[in-house]
């Protein structure tokens, strides 16, 4: 698999104004992403981990700065079209899986197709194919509260995935796991990402750095260290 970038962000910055304060969550920040790579975003609490994954899924606008994705400027674009891009582009996951506890494990993996109007047939089968995929098959029908952790969190990524988006983007996906199923859940990640996907991982924990191709560190709003992990362990 060839990596190629996918995006990049030009001198992107997101400041919060709260009265008469100004919050600056992420100081002006380049930096590109590829497929084919997982990609992992680390620092402290509040240092805009999440500020920077919800620039790169399409979730927010940075307040001035240029995203640019496949070639294109998604600055100028209109909320909507914002929105079309990310439901086609982007599959998120996150810490507490957010899945519908109601709905079956293939129920819930479906609802994204349900959203994009396939048809119930198909909705069911590439949500079939997801959980297999996953190592899921035999869960399908379960409901959430009858899956671990670690089965719950392969649930969320199969419905990340189930629509085939071109970036996988997870803030914190392990934080809610015991040491093993965090381990199943960065080796789906990386098998993920060497199958072409542009993976993000947000995480406060350096074990998830042997997972990585290239780890970048934010400290109170400023991106520091892009080295790949290659250069890192030389
Ligand atoms: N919507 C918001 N309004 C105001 N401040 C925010 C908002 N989102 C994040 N922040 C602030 O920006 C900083 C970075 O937040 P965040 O990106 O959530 O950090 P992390 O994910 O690393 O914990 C924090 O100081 C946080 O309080
Ligand atoms: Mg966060």
Redesign the pocket.
């Given at each position: 698999m060839i990596s190629e970038e996918i995006m990049r962000l030009e001198a992107v910055e997101?400041v919060?104004k709260?009265g008469d304060s100004t919050?600056?969550?992420?100081a002006k920040t380049s930096l590109s992403l590829e497929s084919g790579k997982l990609t992992l975003i680390m620092?402290?609490?509040?240092?805009?981990?999440?500020?920077?994954?919800?620039i790169l899924g399409f979730v927010i606008y940075p307040t001035s700065g240029r995203v640019i994705y496949q070639g294109k400027s998604v600055s100028a674009m209109g909320v909507n079209a914002l929105a079309d891009l990310r439901l086609r582009e982007v599959g998120f996951v996150f810490q507490q899986f957010n899945l519908i506890e109601p709905l079956s494990a293939l129920e819930n993996v479906m609802q994204p197709l349900r959203l994009q109007k396939e048809s119930l047939a198909t909705a069911r089968s590439k949500a079939m194919a997801a959980l297999t995929a996953l190592g899921l098959a035999d869960r399908a029908h379960n409901l959430p509260k009858k899956l671990s952790g670690g089965q719950k969190q392969r649930v969320a990524i199969a419905r990340a995935l189930v629509t085939a988006p071109a970036m996988l983007l997870c803030?914190e996906p392990t934080a809610a796991l015991d040491a093993k199923s965090a381990t199943q859940v960065m080796n789906e990640l990386q098998a993920l990402a060497k199958g072409g996907k542009a993976v993000v991982v947000?995480s406060?924990d350096l074990r998830l750095r042997k997972f990585a191709d290239r780890t970048i560190y934010?400290e109170e709003?400023i991106v520091s260290n892009t080295v790949s992990n290659e250069a890192f362990y030389k």
């Open positions: 997101k919060y709260i919050i600056t969550a992420l620092g402290p609490s509040g240092s805009g981990k999440t500020t920077l994954l919800s803030d947000v406060h934010v709003g």
